[in-house]
């Protein structure tokens, strides 16, 4: 095997499979990234048994080959090589050669037989979605997605399409954030739940263009599949909360207010509501709504802190504590100018959504005020 590369795109290819490298294993080769060269092409691929992506990369095969290669010592070489045409071959003694102007690096390879295949897919239903559309409906969605593995089907988003809709749904127990986009073709009605570690790393891969990928489903396996990359996951198994139930129909108090406002409100009180000497310690704000304004407190032995902004009321006077930063990771993913954000009783979920769209939800429960 002998290619000839800019760094750019290796770099690229390197970066988009890197984190699909398994971490803690008891297969060595699964620590690597497995190297293949075809024509004019060069395919890098990562497997960590959960996760597996392919990238495509166009360069100069001079000779073509195969091998794997460790992932992190690979990485941090080519990272750190001039921004030139990097020549990597094997050599007699099963070494990959490294060349780059006046470096040689030499670095031992595993055999590629042993490297598992990514898992054949039969696909039962299939949507195309362009990959800016996906890309913010993750970003809008992913932050809500719960850390504790006892729940493991929340570690995950729901993908459901259902009335050529396509949901995208996260919740951790605390929260829940839904967002919603139409679909150009008709479609049938199905569901997944696809982990949260893919999305992420989805997330990063793909870039904020018209560009379409494709999203394939079978029983228990997903396909992300755009021009030159392809990353297959592991569906989560188990039920998923029945959100439509779970966010109220109806509000007994509403807001109607900037939305840039209210966040700068938040980011200025969280100063003293998460700077209790006692860590361990939540302490909510408390959010007084009279009629035509709204007040955020927060007092904890750090010192005091209200901020009081006009905002347009709708019901009755409320007064009720949440977690603010539930409220921040909403309002940073909301581009539209203002926000309504509905409330029941002082135990009720509230409601954030933008005034102008009905497309994205974002639930937060409440915390119990000490009198």
Known sequence: MKIVCEKEKLLKGINSVINGVASKTTMPVLEGILIQTKDKEV?????????????????????????V????????????????????????KNLLEIECEGSLYKLAT???????EL??????????????????????????????????????????????????????????????????????????????KTLNEINKIIVDSFDTIKIGISKNQALFEMENCKIVTRLLDGEFLNYNNAIPANWETRIRVNK?????????????????IEKEKKYPVKISIEIGKVIISCTNQTGDAKEEIIVSTE????????????????????????VYIEFGTNISPCIISPVESDEYKYMILPIRMKD
């Open 43 to 67: 395919k890098l691929t990562s497997y960590d048994l959960e996760i597996g992506i392919e990238y495509i990369i166009e360069c100069n095969v001079l000779e073509e080959g195969s091998t």
């Open 69 to 92: 290669i460790n992932a992190t010592m690979f990485t941090e070489i080519i990272r750190k090589l001039p921004d030139t045409e990097i020549t990597i071959s094997i050599n007699e």
């Open 110 to 116: 595993m055999d590629p037989k042993e490297f598992p």
């Open 119 to 196: 898992p054949k897919i039969n696909i039962d239903n299939s949507i195309e979605i362009e990959q800016n559309l996906l890309k913010n409906m993750i970003r809008k969605t992913i932050f809500a997605v719960s850390n504790e593995e006892n729940r493991p089907i929340f570690t995950g988003c729901l993908f459901e399409v259902v009335d050529n809709k396509l949901n995208v749904v996260a919740v951790d127990g605390y929260r829940l954030a839904l967002k919603t986009n139409i679909l150009n073709n008709n479609t049938n009605s199905f569901h997944a739940v696809i982990p949260g």
């Open 260 to 276: 840039n406002n209210i966040q700068n409100c938040f980011e200025r009180i969280i100063l003293i509501s998460s700077s209790s």
């Open 315 to 338: 019901g009755k006077n409320l007064e009720v504590g949440f977690n603010p930063r539930y409220f921040l990771d909403a309002l940073k993913v909301i581009e539209d100018e203002e």
